[in-house]
Each structure stands twice: as structure tokens, then as C-alpha cells.
């Protein structure tokens, strides 16, 4: 079987246009991570450490003598995040008060069993983390408007604003007050003005 490639195989979800567009989410599964506070904090690090540690446990899992039932090359989704607020009160340009799940998309392969098992070797391998944090969950989102944003993080308010428009004019309407946020370039290696965040929420007719 061919590698498993997220930019290649499944283009829709991962290298939309920049523009606004209609995608039907289908069910995906992931190791996720709950949170909150300034994503520019040590915990918010710490949490993409644990979940980049599964990940790669899972992915290098072909090394081992068990190695999972149905095992195939692929490469590692990116990081994503479903972004809400502590307190809905308070402004989304208040960092402390935000609340996020973070996650990494998994192979078809990974069963609960099997994600005990690489939260278990991964401990082992990572004391200092707190991978007992990490949960193991089916998301399905469904019907959601999505773009590609180019730019700085704090720039993506303008990003949300063509989409509620686009969905204003299309007959859509916003279902869900979250929105997630997949991750495409590493903010470690790409220049501010360059990154591409695909930028995604919830919408009905």
C-alpha cells in the first residue's frame, strides 16, 4: 500500500482555497488534549509535547515485534485546535480566558486497546510529561464553512469575518460559537506573514 500522505490524500480538509468553502466533515479520530489559558504559556507547550509524543509512538509503532493489526506508512496529521472561551463574557482578544482541545489526527488502525498500550510504553518513555492527560476520541463535525488563512494568528479575526459574510450570502448560518484551527505551517520555521492556518467552524442551511 502506497504512504498515507494528508496533503496528497486528503487535500479537501487540509489545503482548502483562500476563500471561503463548504466541506461535510466525516467522523475522524484523534488523541486530544483539553486546556486553557494564553496559548503562548508553558502548559499550552507541554500539551502539544504529550500529543506529538503519542503521535510518533503510534506512527513508529512498525518498529516494534507487536506491531498493530492493519499497520500502514503514513505520515503524521498536524496539530489542530477547537478554540472556545472560559468566560463568554469577556473578549476572544483576552488570552488567559481562553479554552482549547488540541489534537492530532490518528491512523484507522488505532483502536482504544492500542492507544492504552502507547499511553503506556510512552509514560515510560516520557516521565516529565503528563501523558495521562491525553484521551482517545471519535469527532465528527459535519457541515462546516472553511478557509485558508495566510498570516499571523492575531490576524484571523479578519479570516472569520469573510467567512461569516460568505455564509450570510449562501443561506448558511453559524451553529457553533468554537472554531477550529489546523495547524499547516510550523510558527517555529515560517515567517509570521507565511503561515497558513485552515480556519473551520460549524454551519446548518
Not at 90 to 96: A, E, G, M, Q
Request: glycine share 4%; proline share 5%.
Amino acid at each position: 500500500m502506497q504512504k498515507i500522505e494528508y496533503k496528497k490524500h486528503f487535500k479537501q480538509l487540509y489545503l482548502p482555497k483562500d476563500m471561503p468553502n463548504i466541506i461535510d466533515v466525516p467522523k475522524m479520530s484523534f488523541i486530544c488534549v483539553e486546556g486553557s489559558g494564553d496559548p503562548n504559556g508553558e502548559e499550552f507547550s507541554k500539551n502539544i509535547e504529550i500529543l506529538y509524543a503519542l503521535s510518533y509512538a503510534v506512527k513508529m509503532s512498525y518498529k516494534n515485534k507487536d506491531v498493530p493489526a492493519d499497520y500502514y506508512e503514513y505520515t503524521v496529521f498536524p496539530l489542530e485546535g477547537v478554540w472556545d472561551l472560559v468566560d463568554k463574557n469577556l473578549p476572544h482578544t483576552n488570552k488567559d480566558n481562553l479554552k482549547y482541545n488540541i489534537m492530532i489526527r490518528q491512523p484507522d488502525f488505532l483502536t482504544d486497546e492500542l492507544f492504552e498500550r502507547f499511553k503506556a510504553e510512552t509514560e515510560k518513555k516520557k516521565p516529565e510529561l503528563n501523558i495521562g492527560k491525553a484521551m482517545f476520541a471519535d469527532i465528527y463535525e459535519g457541515l462546516c464553512v472553511q478557509m485558508m488563512h495566510k498570516g499571523s494568528y492575531d490576524a484571523e479575526p479578519e479570516s472569520f469575518k469573510i467567512m461569516e459574510q460568505f455564509c450570510k450570502d449562501n443561506g448558511y448560518k453559524r451553529t457553533d460559537l468554537t472554531h477550529r484551527e489546523i495547524y499547516i505551517s510550523d510558527p517555529r520555521k515560517t515567517e509570521e506573514s507565511q503561515r497558513k492556518t485552515v480556519l473551520r467552524f460549524k454551519i446548518s442551511k
